[in-house]
């Protein structure tokens, strides 16, 4: 019973210790706020900010909303008692989580928006592509393709929205069809994709191929999406490039299909060298500095930090990903994380 | 009321949901522009394959007085395992065999496999163990979803291969292949309900699990075969459900499981158990198909296609009801 007794505080022990302390990083603990780790674009951004964070020594812990704003509002809740060196929101509601990001600054505890942003409330950094900005670089890309297939700014465009309770697909097309209002041929159907489930998208692409047999374009709001969106084309006996493809987030899957030559475009979010900013100006943060204006070098991006009302905030411009430049490894789905370690801005 | 008067609303009440079908069939096509053509009823066809099998097992399960809410993650897992050893992008590992249609029956088999397991495990914990169907069933929808964004990683598989895909892509009478294997599954299942002992037991059990027992039905192996074939069939809609995305990502089928339940009970099936065929759930399913396609073709705003998809399966129950309702006044 002893030597039970020895060996179960032993390997307790030893279990705290792989939990705890052994392979902390000496800055101490950040905790991620992901919204889902139901798409690409999610989940590579937990290893890329593990990855930047630990290269400045912190431990990244993240935890998973599940898509689910009261979730995240109690994680948030339980991780200001945690009393972490900071906490990065990806929100899954811009607004329901504001009250939570001036609770943890009340707390003492820094927080950092990511890839999602929350104006309606000031926290100490923001990192975004800008999702209505997506939607202005889908919509730039749209007039190119629509006067390469059709001479002019005319035709017939598909958006297939994620689902339509999600604030960020919102703001891309926000952004989308405020760029192409300035278009008046050019028509606009759009339909969600409830749950942003990848077979809905099929759904409603094979739907309107036949109620709309002259679409010119589909352009999906995750890259997710696309490959049920090319399946559908596919069963429809579409060969690739009589339907334009496009898509937004830069996931693997979406450079495979313009290596395939289904998808002209997918407008990447620079997940590296977003998730990169956040660790470049980590330690500031924590020790509460002021983050000067201006521009910086993020992976080689150039990147303007500007101070906002809701306080700084640094905007990586997101590109277009075409068959010439799909195999550049800056883009994050080629999957091939930068191998020189970042430098905090000091 | 006259004998062949009585005779005739039972007729109309006992396939009411193929009627409310037709009627709004007629509807959207004088209504919806574009609705009205051979290829969008081709597509209602195509569109109810995945969730016309998913509806099957769920619908095994309710009729014999339980419930299965796992199918829609046990056909997630289904899609995922197909994805993952079979497509050739992203995390799909790209597995071969010559010839190369041999995919097909491998594939095929592995998923059902994963999924009656599954559904062994769940028929074991209610049956065996007496605990809850509802719980056990809840417990397996979130850890079954669970184990296919742990064994993704989150990303997902793309390319299936061709000799698979030809299912999907490849028509017959404007149809494709996939549409013939629902039918295909309704049709058997709709046989084994209405002239084997498996499918009399199971509406018995449903309808009165203690009488059954004392008129020497196996209560036990009936419900754990119900259950395995509840696994199986949601496996097989999930292989279906990979097929026609030409591979899997981590939330494939999210949601489907609220439309399987809206099938079951507007195809006529009760979840007190005991009552429902199959033809009528697969006119459930094909009546969600259709007021699906009429909202997508509609080009309603984006923020109120889920409340009209919630009513319109609202009024299709209200409806139900209604005729719940004349038939025991009837009676």
């Known amino acids: 019973m002893k030597h039970l007794l020895r060996y179960g505080l032993v390997l307790l022990a030893g279990t705290a210790g792989f939990l705890h302390p052994a392979y902390a990083q000496e800055k101490g603990a950040v905790y991620y706020m992901v919204p889902t780790l139901l798409d690409e674009f999610q989940t590579g951004s937990v290893s890329a900010l593990e990855m930047f964070l630990e290269q400045v020594g912190y431990d990244l812990t993240t935890l998973n909303a599940d898509n689910k704003t009261d979730l995240q509002q109690s994680q948030m809740n339980d991780v200001i008692a945690l009393a972490p060196k900071a906490i990065i929101l990806a929100a899954v509601d811009f607004n329901a989580l504001a ?57 017939k465009v598909l958006q297939v929205l994620g689902d339509p309770g999600d604030p960020y697909t919102l703001d891309i097309q ?133 101070v906002e009302e809701w306080g700084p905030t640094i905007k990586i411009p997101g590109a277009a990903i075409t068959a010439e430049n799909v195999d550049n490894p800056a883009f994050w789905g080629n999957l091939k994380p930068p191998a020189d370690p970042i430098t905090p801005v000091e | 009321m006259q004998q062949s008067q009585r005779r005739s609303l039972e007729f109309v009440l006992d396939n009411l949901v193929w009627f409310m079908l037709l009627a709004v069939l007629a509807i959207f096509s004088a209504a919806v522009p574009s609705y009205f053509q051979p290829g969008i009823f081709a597509n209602i066809i195509e569109q109810s394959s995945v969730l016309g099998v998913m509806s099957i ?4 399960v309710i009729i014999a007085g339980h419930m299965d809410l796992s199918v829609e993650s046990v056909a997630a897992l289904s899609a995922m395992a197909t994805g993952i050893l079979f497509a050739s992008s992203g995390i799909g590992m790209g597995i071969t065999f010559t010839p190369g249609w041999l995919v097909v029956p491998a594939s095929l088999l592995i998923g059902i496999v994963v999924g009656g397991l599954i559904g062994a495990l769940n028929g074991y914990l209610v049956v065996k163990v007496k605990m809850n169907a509802f719980i056990v069933t809840l417990s397996s929808f979130i850890w079954v979803r669970g184990l296919v964004v742990a064994t993704s990683g989150g990303r997902s598989a793309q390319n299936l291969a061709d000799e698979v895909r030809f299912l999907a892509i490849q028509r017959f009478l404007g149809i494709p ?6 039918i ?7 046989f084994m309900m209405a002239k084997t002992r498996l499918g009399r037991h199971l509406l018995m059990i449903g309808g009165n699990e203690a009488a059954a027992f004392r008129a020497g039905i196996k209560v036990d192996k009936v419900l754990m075969i119900a259950f395995i074939l509840s696994g199986a069939i949601a496996a097989l809609a999930g292989w279906l459900l990979a097929i026609r995305t030409s ?46 396609t009429a909202i997508n073709l509609m080009g309603l705003p984006a923020h109120y296609t889920q409340v009209i998809h919630g009513l319109l399966v609202l009024a299709a129950v209200l409806l139900d009801t209604l005729k719940q309702t004349i038939r025991k006044q009837l009676a």
């Open chain 1, 174 to 306: 926000k952004g989308f069809e405020e760029r192409m209002a300035a278009f008046p041929e050019v028509t606009i159907i759009s339909q969600p994709a409830m749950m942003w489930e990848a077979s809905n998208a099929g759904t409603i692409v094979s739907d309107q191929l036949l109620a709309n047999p002259d679409i010119d374009i589909v352009f999906s709001h995750a890259a997710h999406l696309s490959v049920a969106a090319v399946a559908s084309l596919e069963a429809a006996g579409k060969q690739p490039g009589d339907v334009y493809v496009m898509s937004s987030n830069g996931a693997p899957v979406a450079l495979q299909l313009i290596r395939d030559g289904w998808m002209q475009v997918e407008v990447e979010q620079p997940l590296y060298a977003q998730a990169a900013a956040v660790a470049m100006f980590m330690d500031k943060i924590v020790a509460g500095e002021e983050i000067a204006p201006g521009e910086y070098d993020v992976l080689g991006l150039p990147s303007v930090v500007s």
């Open chain 2, 57 to 60: 097992g769920l619908a095994l």
């Open chain 2, 247 to 292: 591979g899997a990502t981590a939330n494939l089928g999210a949601g489907m499981l609220f439309n399987a339940f809206a099938a079951v009970v507007i195809g006529g099936v009760s979840l007190k158990g005991g009552l429902g065929a199959l033809p009528g759930v697969y006119a459930g399913v094909l009546l969600l198909s259709s007021i699906n």
């Open chain 1, 99 to 155: 009250p939570s990001v001036d609770a943890a600054r009340q707390a003492g505890i820094p927080v950092i928006q990511f890839d999602r942003q929350i104006s309606s409330t000031v926290s100490d950094f923001t990192s975004v592509a800008g999702t209505v900005e997506i939607g202005y670089v889908a919509a730039d890309e749209v007039e190119r393709l629509l006067t390469e297939k059709n001479g002019s700014v005319k035709g």
């Open chain 2, 177 to 182: 292949l996939t549409a013939y294997i629902a």
């Open chain 2, 184 to 190: 295909l599954c309704f049709v058997g299942f709709s």
